[in-house]
């Protein structure tokens, strides 16, 4: 009895996660066509200038539209990408019909570089002749190319904090059904990443990296630390401040990244959701293994590792998805980081990057520890 209950509610939960994916899918999706240079009429419009570095093969030499097939070696571009006056954080808004920059995303200007061209512009100094801060965005999962790009320039223009957004765009398919695929091709973009980071971290004159993985993504970063670490290339690691947004991670696979890793410093952040709806079918796919991205940080042993291994792990769930899977709140987040930054409200009792286990308040922007007195003894108060 107690087992075809068990099956019937396995049964329910698959149904639930099938149609969940299926509304996902049935989205409208943009093409190339969005990339095509738009004039800018609008005054006081902002506009984010992203850099890439992709693995994806251009459809045409001289071509900045890139398709899913798998590129022999990393290509380099760069876009200016105007955000409407009516921009809402944590949304791009998509042209419906002909792009208007007036209630859209538009791309109003790309090239294509070569190595020693990006090289040179992504070490642009920031204001006041300080070294630019520099943001690399690794997506997820079932992203076309474009999508990955104007969600990098809707999280920079929403965090607002300057500096220098560089997309690493790996070829995904873009499809629903395009799991194992993907995981084949971040495996394939691994060197290229670690390529990238290296490059970067050898400037002297740069400033903060941050790089954010997102899902798969945050798969494809960690295995480029271990391959950083494993490679004797501390200098470059030691520059990084790293960001899992959601972390589609076997548990056990990321505990075995880890120790080969280390700890990091600052510490590595982990943004996660228990009810993550994503997350819950690739650990059914895996043969019901539990994602990093979903843990439970009320778990007391999911304090201790955090410590242990100097990793901040965020529970984000208060945060609004705007997908039906609830995969996507980090980008929520980054039009509240200046306030974050900032130390968030006075008294909060935590800075921004802290080893621990927290509950983010969307409310108040504070972190807080989910056992309270317990909690912020084992969090080192």
């Given amino acids: 009895m107690k087992t075809g209950r068990m099956h019937l509610l396995s049964v329910r939960f698959s149904a639930v996660l099938l149609l969940a994916v299926l509304v996902a899918a049935c989205a409208p999706r943009p093409g190339p066509e969005v990339l095509d240079t738009t004039p800018l009429t609008i005054l006081g419009t902002k506009v984010v200038t992203v850099y890439v570095a992709t693995t994806r093969q251009r459809e045409k030499p001289d071509s900045n539209v890139f398709t899913s097939a798998r590129g022999r070696e990393t290509a380099y571009a760069a876009f200016e990408i105007s955000i409407p006056p009516p921009h809402k954080a944590g949304q791009i808004e998509w042209p419906n019909g002909p792009v208007d920059p007036a209630t859209s995303f538009a791309t109003i200007q790309q090239s294509v570089l070569n190595r020693a061209t990006f090289a040179q512009k992504t070490a642009a100094r920031g204001a006041a002749h300080r070294p630019a801060r520099t943001l690399v965005f690794v997506h997820g999962y079932n992203y076309n190319f474009q999508e990955s790009l104007y969600r990098l320039a ?150 201790e590792a ?73 969090a080192g108060d």
């Fill in 154 to 303: 809707q999280l920079a223009a929403d965090a607002d904090i300057g500096g220098v957004p560089i997309l690493f765009a790996w070829p995904s398919e873009a499809k629903v059904t395009g799991y194992v695929a993907d995981k084949e091709a971040v495996t394939y973009s691994r060197d290229a990443l670690v390529d990238l980071l290296t490059l970067l971290a050898h400037r002297p004159d740069r400033g903060e990296i941050t790089v954010v993985g997102h899902s798969m993504g945050g798969w494809l970063v960690v295995e480029a630390l271990r391959q950083l670490r494993l490679t004797g290339r501390n200098a470059v690691i030691s520059r990084l401040d790293v960001v899992l947004a959601a972390p589609d991670i076997d548990v056990d696979v990321f505990r075995a990244q880890m120790a080969v890793i280390g700890p990091l410093s600052p510490p590595m952040t982990l943004l996660v959701a228990r009810d993550d709806v994503a997350l819950s079918l690739s650990g059914r796919i895996a043969g019901e293994r539990p994602r990093v991205g979903s843990i439970d940080i009320d778990d007391p042993r999911v304090q």
């Fill in 306 to 378: 955090a410590l242990k291994a100097n990793i901040q792990i965020v529970d984000i769930s208060t945060l609004k998805a705007s997908d039906p899977l609830n995969h996507d709140r980090f980008v929520s987040l980054a039009a509240l980081y200046p306030r974050l930054a900032e130390g968030a409200q006075p008294g909060a009792g935590h800075e921004l990057r802290r080893a621990g286990a927290f509950i983010f308040d969307a409310v108040g922007t504070t972190l807080s520890t989910p056992f309270g007195l317990v909690g912020r003894a084992i």
